[in-house]
């Protein structure tokens, strides 16, 4: 039976929804990362989530898992082509993010932000 979706970002919700698979992409955009570099990054995820959160990214071919033969393991993940694409979209919600955390402190809500998206990016993933 064919998969129907009522509206596109039904399809890019289902693979990027959730609390934490945004989050993890945010990093991966940036760096190839170990598991342990990304449960550092988000202190708040648990070790079973992130491991589950990332078969499901990889599953949807957006993350590449690259195991290391030695020992001990090494295990590195990364953007595939596909994850990628997702950049110009990650980009904006990170941008937004952080103009409405500045409103939000201008009108006096006690808020931190622990870090500013702010590496230099080309026209093509703005």
Do not use: F
Not at 3 to 28: D, F, R, S
Not at 71 to 98: A, D, F, H, M
Request: with cysteine; proline share 3%; glycine share 6%.
């Amino acid at each position: 039976m064919a998969k129907t979706y009522n509206i596109g970002v039904e399809a890019t919700m289902e693979i990027i929804g959730g609390k934490w698979k945004a989050i993890i992409l945010c990093h991966l955009r940036h760096a190839t990362m170990r598991t342990s570099e990304l449960k550092r990054a988000i202190p708040q995820i648990t070790q079973k989530m992130l491991t589950q959160q990332l078969r499901e990214l990889e599953d949807d071919g957006i993350v590449n898992r690259h195991v290391y033969e030695q020992v001990p393991p090494k295990v590195e993940y990364s953007l595939t082509k596909r994850g990628e694409s997702l950049n110009k979209i990650l980009n904006q919600l990170c941008t937004w993010g952080e103009e409405n955390i500045d409103e939000r402190r201008s009108e006096g809500e006690s808020i931190e932000l622990r870090h500013r998206d702010d590496v230099n990016l080309t026209p093509s993933q703005q």
